[in-house]
């Protein structure tokens, strides 16, 4: 028989996701009548923009024509796509990021985990607490741990705790790791950072040699003007950074797939004695392992900087961000402590009376039908919260939140 990958093994078998669908499952069976609304898993609801659609249209026309066909495009992605993500995203905001150093890709969830394909296996890790499980579990797949305890924490990895004692706050650790995954605003504790405490994570990664891996996703949703976007709008990050964005929150492009991953020139790793740049070997992994995104996304991607396509944006995140709003401050009003939803589209909930994250999913399923995500699935750290998520209709967040006021 052939062998498995038994680091497969070690991962927890109940995941977040399919353990919040069994019991869903089981309390619909039972309450045949039961109007659930689902607050839980992080995905987009509104329609696509209408400058992507069009342009989505525009290339389809294109490549069923003569002149207009394309098959295979460049692995790295288009170089008017790199130009334009290079300009709106990174020059007009006073970061010195290349075209060249932008590698178009069919979503950061793959690439923070293909990252890992040219990083060493004998690097030390940290990751928040609570955080994307994502990042934990592609280094389990790698055999970059060892088994988890019973509260889920991997044997290898290190966790710096995010939570109300430290105002949701990553504190620079003493000792050195080489490997640190952030993700600011932050999944699922809604937390951001400010250009101080970003600064002093790109001081300790220059002193200490380590590289970032920042997570950008949910940048759209900065509404503070002070909270950076990019960790390049730091002085030296582009010498300990890597920084992944993604089309999927802003544009809604969760279904139709985009996203890239900045790897800038300068950062260096090592083999050995010999120093190696990444840009280099992310480019051969990419060449090798990837064929790039459809020409079709990648116009419809691009039509995300036009101006329309900025209007539209801007319209989407304002109306997750407006339901957002009216999540923090009904809870708030009914006394519960919320944190996060003012630069991020998700409401970081205590649960009340110290219930478990899990007791209080059944409750607030049981009682008010609504479903959320449990913080304990996200880090041990997350027990005793609980993530509301703003991606839904206006009138589901509205019932939501009037149940929930009720109970
Ligand atoms: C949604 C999300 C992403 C985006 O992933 P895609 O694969 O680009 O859809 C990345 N990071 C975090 C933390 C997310 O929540």
């Excluded at 070690?10 to 659930?36: M, Q, V, W």
Aim: proline share 4%; charged share 25%; aromatic share 12%.
């Amino acid at each position: 028989m052939v062998q498995v990958n038994a680091d497969y093994l070690k991962l927890k078998a109940g995941y977040l996701f399919p353990e919040i669908s069994r019991r869903i499952k089981d309390f619909s069976a039972n309450n045949l009548a039961a109007d659930l609304i689902r607050l839980g898993i992080g995905d987009v609801t509104e329609p696509l923009p209408m400058a992507c659609r069009e342009a989505m249209k525009l290339a389809i026309d294109e490549m069923g024509t003569e002149q207009g066909f394309r098959g295979y495009g460049p692995e790295q992605g288009y170089q008017w796509l790199r130009e334009a993500i290079s300009e709106n995203d990174y020059v007009s905001h006073g970061c010195e990021i290349a075209p060249e150093e932008i590698f178009v890709s069919d979503g950061s969830k793959c690439d923070s985990s293909n990252i890992l394909d040219i990083l060493g296996k004998e690097n030390k890790i940290a990751v928040t607490d609570p955080v994307y499980p994502v990042y934990v579990d592609t280094n389990v797949m790698a055999g970059r741990t060892g088994e988890a305890n019973s509260k889920g924490e991997y044997k290898g990895l290190s966790y710096i705790p995010i939570n109300s004692e430290n105002g949701f706050e990553a504190q620079i650790p003493k000792e050195r790791f080489d490997l640190i995954y952030l993700c600011f605003p932050n999944n699922p504790t809604g937390a951001v950072a400010t250009k101080e405490q970003l600064a002093s994570w790109v001081e300790y990664a220059k002193e200490k040699n380590s590289l970032i891996l920042f997570d950008a996703a949910y940048e759209a949703f900065i509404k503070d003007d002070s909270i950076p976007h990019s960790i390049y709008e730091i002085k030296g990050a582009r010498d300990c950074a890597i920084e992944f964005r993604s089309f999927s929150k802003n544009a809604g492009f969760t279904g139709t797939r985009c996203a890239f991953t900045v790897i800038p020139k300068s950062l260096k790793g090592k083999a050995g004695k010999q120093e190696i740049d990444l840009w280099s070997l992310w480019n051969r992994r990419q060449s090798t392992k990837f064929n790039g995104v459809s020409y079709i996304v990648q116009r419809g991607a691009e039509a995300a900087y036009s101006k329309e396509g900025k209007a539209q944006i801007k319209r989407l995140v304002n109306f997750y961000m407006d339901n957002a709003q009216i999540i923090k401050a009904n809870l708030t009003s009914a006394g519960f402590e919320v944190f996060g939803a003012i630069n991020a589209p998700y409401a970081w909930i205590k649960t009340p009376k110290n219930m478990s994250s899990w007791d209080f999913f059944d409750f607030l399923l049981e009682k008010a039908n609504v479903v959320g995500t449990p913080g304990s699935g996200f880090g041990a750290a997350g027990e005793g919260y609980f993530r509301l998520s703003a991606f839904n209709s206006r009138e589901n967040v509205e019932k939501a939140m009037e149940r929930i006021v009720k109970l």
